[in-house]
């Protein structure tokens, strides 16, 4: 059976949980950080739900709140990996007693899954390029936008505008949107790489990096931090934990320190608004 709730709410979930005897749920990773902040001060309550798995889909999933989450539930992870245009799941990890990876989206689950780079050749695993698909549950186009179509699709795979490679035993490892790629004077960074060693800060609750125009550069990295509850840390302090943890040039150079990040309607982060929003976008 399933129990359809009346919209996401993190204060009630883990009560909900409890009372309809829920044994999975899935959500994306802005859902299940904000269920971590409940769960971390109820951890009696979280620990004694008979959860089989958790699921996580729609955006990559920080190894950090993967983390958590195996912890606090006792159960595996499972982060799965779609899009509307492949009727949505392309990739998922295995349940046990396969592997489940953090960091990545699992194996293909589906469609057939290749790396390509931008002269459609498919390239071998440990090669990062834009993630393609095609099969039978994969659109065959979008009605009436012939510039799309021909964007999208090539010699029968589609281009999902996402950036990844597969490991060395067949993971998929999702390293960004391609449009949100930062170029920084010729070198790219991918938003969630800087996203993923900035988590791991102990007083860091969420942190998502993005690109800003910059005169001299091309473009710049700015981050907007929200801190765990009661913790004060300052942007001289983190900038020197960052060092430690990342190249020179990946480095954010604005940091905002903020109680909410822009959102969409499902949950997703909204990485594209951010440099509008604080001001840095001409």
């Not at 059976?1 to 009630?12: D, H, I, Q, T």
């Not at 909410?260 to 440099?275: F, W």
């Amino acid at each position: 059976s399933v129990c359809a709730s009346n919209g996401f709410n993190a204060l009630k979930f883990l009560e909900l949980a409890k009372s309809e005897k829920i044994t999975w749920y899935s959500g994306v990773p802005t859902m299940h950080q904000t269920i971590m902040l409940r769960a971390e001060k109820n951890l009696e309550l979280a620990k004694n739900l008979k959860l089989r798995l958790v699921r996580s889909s729609s955006a990559s999933l920080p190894p950090a709140v993967f983390e958590k989450l195996n912890k606090v539930f006792n159960c595996p992870v499972i982060e799965a990996y779609g899009m509307t245009e492949a009727t949505h799941q392309m990739t998922s990890n295995p349940l046990p007693p396969k592997k489940q990876k953090a960091g990545f989206v699992g194996i293909p689950a589906g469609p057939e899954v290749a790396i390509m780079n931008d002269n459609n050749q498919i390239m071998k695993n440990s090669e990062i390029g834009e993630i393609c698909i095609k099969g039978n549950n994969v659109t065959s186009g979008y009605e009436n936008n012939p510039e799309a179509n021909e964007s999208s699709f090539s010699n029968g795979w589609f281009r999902t505008g996402d950036q990844g490679f597969f490991d060395k035993d067949g993971y998929l490892k999702i390293s960004g949107r391609l449009k949100e790629i930062i170029n920084k004077g010729g070198e790219k960074i991918s938003p969630l790489e800087v996203d993923n060693v900035l988590m791991d800060h102990p007083s860091i609750e969420q942190a998502v990096c993005f690109g800003y125009e910059d005169k001299m550069l091309g473009e710049d990295i700015a981050t907007a931090i929200i801190l765990k509850e009661g913790i004060n840390l300052n942007e001289a302090d983190l900038k020197i934990y960052a060092k430690e943890k990342l190249a020179k040039f990946k480095i954010p150079k604005k940091i905002f320190f903020v109680t909410e990040i822009p959102k969409g309607a499902t949950g997703k982060l909204q990485r594209n608004v951010l440099a509008k929003k604080f001001g840095l976008s001409n």
